[in-house]
């Protein structure tokens, strides 16, 4: 892999890692586990006075809890979707890197094509959760950051093999041309040559 794009991997990499850690589903819902130690605690205490104050300490502390994050349903709208997307960015990165370019040049266009196509469509979900309320407005400014990271890199990429495939595809025309020319040429060289040979003495 050329080092340009073993960086662009590197980065295609921390993105899908950053988008599993922030896709993760969270819930409102008390565990079970911190039901057993709030009962264990008020179980231990002797004054009504102080079941009280600890009762208060703990609806302070659930409320208090941070509630954003991925319920199910935005998991199974958004969540699972963007997963999908950054592994795919990943994967066509790899598949457009392994296409050898003097034969291949085209599906490796059309992979780098996927790439830009996936970092717009994470750019858009991250602003629907933001909207949503889904993830805040800290968290989607890094995540903007690590896919815009792997969008500048593919579009430069892009545009530079673009200009090589133009390049080929003129010299291909050039060559051609070049063979047509040579192939005229040679049936006007054999009509001359086979009207000599008829020619009345």
Not at 44 to 73: N, P, S
Not at 156 to 161: R, V
Request: aromatic content about 6%; some cysteine; charged content about 35%.
């Amino acid at each position: 892999m050329a080092d340009k794009e073993y960086v662009l991997g590197n980065k295609a990499r921390e993105l899908l890692t950053y988008t599993n850690q922030a896709t993760k589903i969270v819930t409102d819902d008390v565990s079970q586990r911190d039901v057993r130690k709030i009962l264990q605690k008020i179980a231990a205490l002797d004054d009504i006075r102080d079941v009280k104050q600890v009762c208060g300490q703990m609806i302070g502390y659930l409320d208090k809890k941070d509630k954003q994050g991925f319920t199910k349903a935005a998991y199974r709208c958004y969540g699972e979707d963007m997963r999908k997307t950054a592994k795919g960015i990943v994967r066509d990165i790899h598949a457009a890197n392994g296409k050898y370019f003097d034969t291949e040049y085209e599906e490796r266009l059309r992979l780098i094509g996927k790439i830009l196509d996936g970092c717009n469509l994470m750019l858009e979900y991250i602003q629907i959760c933001l909207d949503m309320g889904t993830i805040s407005l800290e968290k989607s400014k890094v995540w903007t950051k690590k896919v815009l990271d792997v969008k500048y890199m593919s579009a430069k990429w892009k545009k530079n093999d673009g200009a090589r495939a133009k390049k080929l595809e003129d010299e291909k025309r050039a060559e051609e041309a070049a063979r047509q020319v040579a192939v005229v040429k040679t049936a006007i060289s054999q009509y001359n040559e086979d009207r000599r040979r008829v020619r009345p003495t």
